[in-house]
């Protein structure tokens, strides 16, 4: 049986054992798509990045990844939640930051691009095993934690 296919997109420093671990320190950016043939990946797991694309990036990325996940597949964000008082990055915390995120615009957005969409606690997944959950990214409210899945 094939190993399957994991991305961690934007992984700057921490990248996971078990993926193909894909960032611009590396050559690869957002806008680059993937590699892989229609169907072929079986997860993808995105943490604070989708807020350096605009919407017409992230709206391309996304149907990028629904293109490339198989059938069940599970793509997983994990994002800075800008639009809460509450988080502590209220407004956006990064100078470079493009969009302001929350779990309202992601869930829209991937709803568009084709996904079923779950809100998911910081310890829950939609995949065959916890390898998307990332532990070192915060917890709510600073962050939200969603998950698309191809159907």
Known sequence: MQEPIKLNCGYGRCPLDGFVNLDKRD???FQDGFDYATGSVDAITISHAL??????????????AYRALRGGGVIRITEDNTTD????????????????????MMRTRLEKAGFDVCDVSPDETHYTDFSLIQELHGKPPRVFHIEGIKP
């Open 27 to 29: 050559g690869w950016m």
């Open 51 to 64: 807020m350096y694309l605009d919407n017409i990036e992230l709206m391309d990325f996304l149907a990028e």
């Open 85 to 104: 008082p509450k988080s502590g990055v209220y407004g956006g915390w990064k100078r470079d930051a493009i969009c302001l995120t929350d779990s309202r």
